[in-house]
């Protein structure tokens, strides 16, 4: 009985039926270990095993291609899956669920979760799976191609079941992502309303507001504008500098006697 | 003023900046085919254009390669973009929102909707995009990808992009398959029903119930395995042959005087 951290962990069997070009096996690998994928297995592969081609595909997914097993059945290759999906491009007479990647993955990771090894087979380069292979299946995953252009290779299909099993993993996509916005702290609301009267102030004294009635508007205006950038409290001191600039005034900000910046004269 | 028509059916603008192979275009074509979006632009290719090497592995995506435009850089690429988006695999220092394929998605959709063109920016094969391309940008997209291994091609990059721009256009997954399980009507709850006392006639003339108060609760386990199979018409007719074959009864059904149909002797 496998354990769900493992399961979890290696994420869903990758079958690949009867693969005739290493390349194939190589790239696969690769979209395996992108999203975190471990379990490669082959079945019956055209030009033998170990394979230099799918070496050389693989690129830094070694450690997949090291761990892959080769089967000489699809019947082996999945004797120990308690659930097992067949990727299709084309409908097909069976009476088996359809579904996409999405429903695919929660489906595996939901299994996983209760220590259920699953599996997805991919089929041959031209003529994908046979319908005895996809009767082993409990159901059918295809893609949401465009119907009029539907010729996505095994590894373009492992890519987006591979993408979508990482991202079952998280509780929102952002939370999957390797990296955010760099965490350059937001300005506070006191140094944004400091720039705004900062910026108004330079362009009273540079007779910007003409007629003076129209002042409240275009002030709203400007500020709107610097709202919306969201600005870190860095890009703040960045632009006070160029205000201060453009009034020609020292930019180098000094210190208030409350310890609060300046970069005003005489304050 | 594009028309937000065209925009939706041609999808985002795809931007590849200076890559080096034309293999990779030609794989990023076919990507976009896959998932019908239209407008390939690339920057000063390295190998020039038209590019052989991008027609082959295009495949069958020649009308993308057809129609894609060629641009001495990435500022006249992008000139008549409204809403940009980069693509980076690595964390960079610029403040900008970091928002992974499928946000990127909705938020191209969205500017689709208003009639204003997007577009994604693809970086070179080894040192993706200079920063100040990236400082063109709107936001920055990456991928969800394991941090342990962060290798994707660029025809990988633009293939998971082009999916979710192509589901982010449909209500849900479902909608957005090309096909679905076979129309074949599932059994009336009538059809099962008589496959249940088929079967539990079969079994009681078999002497299979014993002891006789196990009855109940082994009938009731059977339901649920033929319930939970959610049988079609054509499927609940098939079993009641196999149950016939089983008990030695003629297996082609016969005409009831009011009309159904029937394997039983004797009716």
Do not use: C
Not at 99 to 126: Q, V, Y
Not at 155 to 163: D, E, K, N, P, T
């Amino acid at each position: 009985m496998p354990d769900s951290a493992s399961l979890l962990s290696d994420g869903p069997a990758i079958v690949l039926v009867e693969p005739q070009l290493g390349e194939n096996i190589g790239t696969a690998a690769r979209a395996m270990a992108n999203f975190g994928l471990k379990d490669l297995r082959i079945v019956n592969p055209r030009e033998g095993w170990p394979n230099e081609k799918a070496n050389a595909a693989a690129s830094r997914a070694d450690h997949v291609i090291a761990r892959a097993r080769v089967f000489p059945t699809v019947e082996a290759a999945v004797a120990d899956l308690g659930f097992l999906l067949a990727t299709t491009a084309r409908s097909r007479a069976l009476a088996k669920p359809v579904i996409g990647p999405k429903e695919a993955a929660g489906a595996l990771r939901g299994r996983a979760e209760t220590a259920i090894r699953g599996g997805i087979l991919f089929g041959r380069e031209r003529i994908g799976l046979m319908n005895e292979e996809l009767s082993l299946a409990d159901a059918i995953v295809t893609l949401p191609i465009d119907p009029d252009y539907a010729s996505l290779n095994i590894a373009q299909a492992v890519l987006i079941l591979a993408y979508e099993w990482r991202l079952s993993g998280f509780s929102d996509e952002k939370a999957a992502l390797p990296f955010g916005r760099p965490d350059d702290p937001p300005a506070t609301k006191d140094e944004v309303l400091h720039l705004f009267e900062h910026l108004e102030s330079a362009l009273d004294a540079a007779q910007f507001f003409r007629p003076p009635e129209r002042r409240p508007s275009v002030v709203e205006s400007l500020r709107a504008m610097l709202q919306r950038a969201s600005l870190t409290g860095q890009e703040v001191r960045t632009l006070r500098g160029v205000i201060a600039a453009l009034e020609r005034r020292p930019t180098r900000p000094r210190e208030r006697e409350d310890g609060s910046l300046t970069t005003e004269r005489g304050d």
